[in-house]
């Protein structure tokens, strides 16, 4: 299992710093998409540990919350306004993750696409933010949300925090991913792994899907569960939601969704109503949900002196090796060149 530190940073990386990321990333990916091809470059994005290691190389800090934010900035500035790229990148950080709808349509008639491709890429990116909000509930909350695509290829990045903690965790979807619960995330990043957790992406959630699904077409969610679930102490220590969106139970019940994956896209349906579905289809109706951390990568590149871990060596190895065959080839100033390269091999 691997794994990158994420503490809570604030506050935006220095210009003078942001202007030489891009510089650098420009090459870099320009030599990974015509050596390597576009597949590659989006099997990368998805690969957590390269993406950190990435953001090392342009120069952010390793540790930081910040890399996921800054280096998905850098790559939409480059990718977005080179027209010798067919790659874009829609939504970011708060408002602007809001508004990937918008710029997915945008950005998609620049590179052809057509109006089915677009809607479909817009509700792909809608349910990878509902099941890593809503399906997961990990103790993070999104608050940065991204999308990577091409005429061929997508696949989603988005991060959450956990105020209290201060930390952040990173979720990787896989490219081109299914609107499926199971199996569709190529990594998620985390320092460590949370205890109270609802995972209903997880196989052995699949009775709790059913039956939440069930609950929701039968008409069998009563108001009075809060009241019984409230009584009952509930092991694991997961809470009873306090408020729960009637008005989205009842606009579900009326569209008869077919799947769980349905379900979550129904609009005003939020974590206090998936949470009671899976308290009830759990405690009432005996079937039990995941409450193992899904997140996959943990102690991934760690620091030097041991802290906040030891350096996984040979995954750091890895992505050394790939970046110093990029940099050899990609067209810098030799000064600069020179000075990357010391920092890969030092």
């Known amino acids: 299992m691997n794994s990158i530190y994420l503490p809570l940073h604030y506050g935006k990386a220095p210009k003078w710093l942001l202007v030489r990321m891009k510089k650098l990333a420009e090459p870099i990916i320009k030599i990974i998409i015509e050596e390597f091809g576009e597949k590659e470059f989006f099997n990368r994005m998805a690969n957590p540990i390269f993406f950190q290691s990435f953001s090392n190389?342009?120069?952010?800090?390793?540790?930081?919350?910040?890399?996921?934010?800054?280096?998905?900035?850098?790559?939409?500035?480059?990718?977005?306004?080179?027209?010798?790229?067919?790659?874009?990148v829609a939504g970011g950080k708060g408002k602007e993750g809001l508004k990937t709808p918008e710029h997915i349509k945008t950005l998609a008639s620049e590179i052809g696409l057509s109006d089915k491709k677009i809607e479909d890429l817009i509700t792909s990116s809608r349910f990878a933010a509902k099941i890593d909000s809503l399906a997961i509930q990990d103790g993070y909350d999104i608050y940065h949300h991204c999308v990577i695509f091409s005429d061929k290829r997508f696949l989603v990045i988005q991060q959450g925090m956990n105020e209290a903690k201060r930390m952040a965790r990173r979720y990787h979807w896989l490219p081109n991913f299914k609107l499926k619960c199971e199996g569709q995330h190529s990594g998620i990043i985390t320092e460590k792994k949370e205890k109270l957790v609802i995972d209903l992406t997880s196989k052995e959630s699949r009775e709790n899907r059913k039956t939440s699904l069930d609950l929701i077409k039968e008409g069998r969610v009563k108001k009075d569960y809060r009241k019984l679930l409230s009584i009952i102490k509930y092991r694991g220590g997961v809470s009873v939601p306090r408020k729960v969106n009637w008005k989205a139970i009842e606009l579900a019940y009326n569209l008869q969704p077919s799947r769980f994956e349905e379900l979550v896209l129904v609009r005003g349906l939020g974590k206090g109503t998936i949470r009671a579905l899976a308290l009830i289809s759990d405690l009432i109706y005996c079937k039990e949900y995941s409450k193992q951390d899904p997140a996959k990568y943990c102690f991934a590149v760690g620091g030097k002196d041991g802290v906040p871990y030891p350096v996984d060596r040979e995954s750091y190895d890895e992505a050394i090796e790939f970046l110093r065959d990029v940099l050899k080839q990609a067209n810098l100033h030799s000064f600069e060149k020179l000075k990357k390269m010391r920092e890969l091999i030092g």
Do not use: M, R
């Open 57 to 88: 190389v342009l120069g952010f800090d390793w540790n930081s919350s910040g890399a996921t934010t800054v280096l998905t900035g850098v790559l939409k500035s480059v990718l977005n306004s080179n027209p010798d790229f067919s790659i874009k």
